[in-house]
């Protein structure tokens, strides 16, 4: 396989941007009420499947230097990249490692709320679990994604990528309040939080649409940057 650099990464903030948007439009409560509950729980597993597609993409550009490591002539240039990659030193890559699995926890809770009549023991073992180990392997990829800019609290408001990280780690946070708040309890058969539920996964996926939307001017400022160098 051996793709243009740039192309790559508009594949992956594509697959991101579409996935936080199904998530954000399950999220809306007049979809729900338009298209039923069976409809809204397909969005959100396909959303979920945009995720992890977009998660692999990313994973396998990080660990691949020609895909990142480029400028304004060889993001245009086919190079191989690397589908296996061991780099405990790289918080990018530790970010986008962590990330890829946490996508498949999602799939699996999202595929799960696809069943209908289960009780809320196995609405949470199934459901619940899962979405919750999802959320705790994004907050962990979103503090790598922090820390590879350098010091955990700093302010960069002109940097895209501070932008990216931030938005990132905001969203797993609001993702995790929503696992949380969704956990179903066995005396009433209620969420903890229906509101706090379903606006988290809300604004969640907002910040993350917003994230993957910044990936393509994040890019081409990253290439700016890298001819600079050559002119001086």
């Known amino acids: ?9 508009r594949v992956v903030a594509l697959l991101f941007s579409i996935g936080s948007a199904l998530f954000v439009l399950g999220s809306v409560p007049a979809y729900l009420n338009a298209v039923g509950q069976a409809a809204d729980s397909v969005t959100y597993f396909v959303g979920s499947i945009f995720f992890t597609s977009a998660s692999l993409a990313q994973l396998v550009q990080v660990q691949s230097p020609a895909m990142t490591e480029v400028d304004a002539e060889s ?3 086919r190079a191989p990249v690397r589908f296996r990659a061991w780099l ?14 946490g996508t498949i926890f999602f799939n699996i809770s999202t595929f799960a709320a696809l069943l209908h009549n289960v009780t809320a023991e196995q609405q949470d073992r199934r459901v619940w679990r899962p979405d919750f180990y999802g959320s705790t392997l994004f907050l962990v990829a979103s503090l ?11 302010f960069r408001p002109r940097s895209f990528p501070w932008w990216i990280a931030w938005l990132n780690m905001v969203g797993s946070i609001l993702f995790m309040a929503s696992a949380i708040a969704s956990f ?24 993350f649409l917003l994230g993957a939307i910044l990936m393509l001017p994040a890019w081409k400022r990253a290439v700016r940057a890298a001819e600079k160098p050559l002119k001086t």
């Open 1 to 9: 396989m051996t793709p243009r650099p740039i192309d790559l990464n």
């Open 75 to 77: 993001q245009y240039r």
């Open 88 to 101: 405990p030193h790289d918080r990018n890559w530790l970010a986008a490692v962590a990330q890829f699995p």
């Open 144 to 154: 790598f994604a922090i820390l590879a800019l350098g010091r955990l609290f700093t």
């Open 184 to 207: 179903v309890l066995h005396s009433s058969d209620d969420l903890i939080s229906d509101p706090v539920s379903v606006g988290g996964t809300l604004l969640g996926a907002l910040c």
